[in-house]
C-alpha cells in the first residue's frame, strides 16, 4: 500500500514538470518577438535546436551519463531525433502557409489525439476518460485563445504539413518515453536534439546569421536554447517517466496559455472575451488532468483505473 501510494505521488510530480516545461516553451513566441531583423523562423528553430542540444550534452557529461555502458536502441534513438527535426520543419512550413492561427491550433491540437492514440496501439496505454474530457476542454481552449488574436485562412497544404507537425511531435514522445525507461532524462535529450540538430544542419548553411553577432539577437538565441530546450526538455523527460504519452501531451498545452499571458504583460496584447474564455477552457482542462486523485495516474492492469 504505501509502495502504491508512493507511485501516485510520483506521478502527480511528473504532471507539475511537464506543466513547468510547457510553461517554459510558452516564453518561446515572446522571445522570438524581440529578436532583431533578419532572424527568420527557420535559423531560430535550428539555433534553438543546436544550442539546447549543445548545453544538454554539457549537462549530460558533468552528470556522467553519457558513461552509461546500456546500449541505446537505435531505432528509438533515431525516431526520436527525426521527429524533433521534423517538427520543426513541418510546423514552420504549415504555419507559413495557412497562418499562425490555423497552423498553430492544428499542430498542437492534434497531437494530443496523435499521442493518444499512439500511445495505445505502440505501448498498450489506455488513456481513459478524464483524459478525454481534458483534452477536448484544452483545444476548444486553444481554438479560442488562438484564432481569437489571428487572421484565418485555410490552406489544405497548410493544414496537412501542420497536422504532420502534430504527428511528429507525437512520434517523438512515445520514442523518447521508450528510451526513458533505461537512460536519464537529461542524457535523452542530449542525444536526441544533438542528433536532430545535425539534421537541421544543411537547412541554413547558406542563411543568414548576422542576427546572431548582435547582443539582442545573441539573448535571444541563449534563451531559446538554453530555457526553452535544455531546462524545459529536462523537466519535460523527467515528467514523461511519471505519466501516460496521451497525458504528457495534453499538458503541454499549457504553452499557448503561458504565451498568451506574456504577450498581454509583456508585449501589450489586448485580450479579447473569447480569448479569455478560451484561457478558462485550457485552465480547466490542465486542472482536471493535473490534480492528483487516486484514479488519475495509475497503470492499466491488477485491477487498477487506466492511466489518463
Same mark, same amino acid.
Given at each position: 500500500?504505501? &509502495?502504491?501510494?508512493?507511485?501516485? #505521488?510520483?506521478?502527480?510530480?511528473?504532471?507539475?514538470?511537464?506543466?513547468?516545461?510547457? +510553461?517554459?516553451?510558452?516564453?518561446?513566441? %515572446?522571445?522570438?518577438?524581440?529578436?532583431?531583423?533578419?532572424?527568420?523562423?527557420?535559423?531560430?528553430?535550428? @539555433?534553438?535546436?543546436?544550442?539546447?542540444?549543445?548545453?544538454?550534452?554539457?549537462? @549530460?557529461?558533468?552528470?556522467?551519463?553519457?558513461?552509461?555502458?546500456?546500449?541505446?536502441?537505435?531505432?528509438?534513438?533515431?525516431?526520436?531525433?527525426?521527429? +524533433?527535426?521534423?517538427?520543426?520543419?513541418?510546423?514552420?512550413?504549415?504555419?507559413?502557409? %495557412?497562418?499562425?492561427?490555423?497552423?498553430? /491550433?492544428?499542430?498542437?491540437?492534434?497531437s494530443p489525439i496523435l499521442a493518444g492514440a499512439l500511445g495505445y496501439f505502440v505501448r498498450g496505454e489506455r488513456p481513459g476518460l478524464r483524459w478525454a474530457i481534458a483534452t477536448a476542454l484544452a483545444i476548444a481552449g486553444c481554438s479560442l485563445l488562438i484564432a481569437s488574436g489571428g487572421e484565418v485562412q485555410i490552406h489544405i497544404g497548410g493544414i496537412i504539413l501542420a497536422v504532420g507537425a502534430g504527428l511528429s511531435y507525437a512520434i517523438f514522445?512515445? $520514442?523518447?518515453?521508450?528510451?526513458?525507461?533505461?537512460?536519464?532524462?537529461?542524457?535523452? +535529450?542530449?542525444?536526441?536534439?544533438?542528433?536532430?540538430?545535425?539534421?537541421?544542419?544543411? =537547412? /541554413? /548553411?547558406? $542563411?543568414?546569421?548576422?542576427?546572431?553577432?548582435? @547582443?539582442?539577437?545573441?539573448?535571444?538565441?541563449?534563451?531559446?536554447?538554453?530555457? #526553452?530546450?535544455?531546462?524545459?526538455? &529536462?523537466?519535460?523527460?523527467?515528467?514523461?517517466?511519471?505519466?501516460?504519452?496521451?497525458?504528457?501531451? %495534453?499538458?503541454?498545452?499549457?504553452?499557448?496559455? &503561458?504565451?498568451?499571458?506574456?504577450?498581454?504583460?509583456?508585449?501589450?496584447?489586448?485580450?479579447?472575451?473569447? $480569448?479569455? =474564455?478560451? /484561457?478558462?477552457?485550457? *485552465?480547466?482542462?490542465?486542472?482536471?488532468?493535473?490534480?492528483?486523485?487516486? @484514479?488519475? *495516474?495509475?497503470?492499466?492492469?491488477?485491477?487498477?483505473?487506466?492511466?489518463?
Open positions: 500500500m504505501h &509502495t502504491n501510494e508512493e507511485a501516485l #505521488t510520483s506521478r502527480g510530480h511528473g504532471a507539475w514538470y511537464i506543466l513547468f516545461a510547457a +510553461m517554459l516553451w510558452g516564453t518561446t513566441g %515572446t522571445s522570438q518577438a524581440l529578436a532583431p531583423p533578419g532572424a527568420g523562423s527557420a535559423t531560430i528553430g535550428t @539555433a534553438r535546436l543546436v544550442i539546447g542540444g549543445l548545453g544538454l550534452m554539457v549537462y @549530460a557529461l558533468l552528470r556522467g551519463g553519457l558513461r552509461d555502458p546500456r546500449r541505446w536502441p537505435l531505432v528509438a534513438t533515431l525516431v526520436a531525433a527525426a521527429s +524533433m527535426a521534423a517538427y520543426q520543419v513541418f510546423f514552420f512550413a504549415g504555419v507559413a502557409r %495557412t497562418g499562425v492561427a490555423i497552423g498553430t /491550433i492544428v499542430g498542437i491540437g492534434s514522445t512515445v $520514442a523518447s518515453k521508450t528510451l526513458l525507461e533505461d537512460h536519464p532524462p537529461e542524457v535523452v +535529450m542530449a542525444v536526441t536534439f544533438c542528433l536532430g540538430a545535425l539534421l537541421l544542419l544543411p =537547412l /541554413i /548553411i547558406n $542563411a543568414d546569421l548576422g542576427w546572431l553577432r548582435q @547582443a539582442r539577437g545573441a539573448a535571444v538565441a541563449l534563451h531559446l536554447g538554453l530555457v #526553452t530546450v535544455a531546462v524545459a526538455y &529536462t523537466f519535460f523527460a523527467r515528467g514523461l517517466r511519471q505519466v501516460s504519452v496521451a497525458a504528457a501531451a %495534453t499538458l503541454t498545452l499549457a504553452e499557448p496559455l &503561458t504565451a498568451t499571458t506574456l504577450g498581454v504583460f509583456l508585449l501589450g496584447e489586448r485580450l479579447t472575451p473569447p $480569448a479569455f =474564455l478560451g /484561457i478558462l477552457l485550457i *485552465f480547466s482542462g490542465l486542472a482536471l488532468l493535473s490534480v492528483r486523485k487516486s @484514479a488519475i *495516474f495509475q497503470k492499466p492492469g491488477c485491477g487498477r483505473p487506466p492511466v489518463v
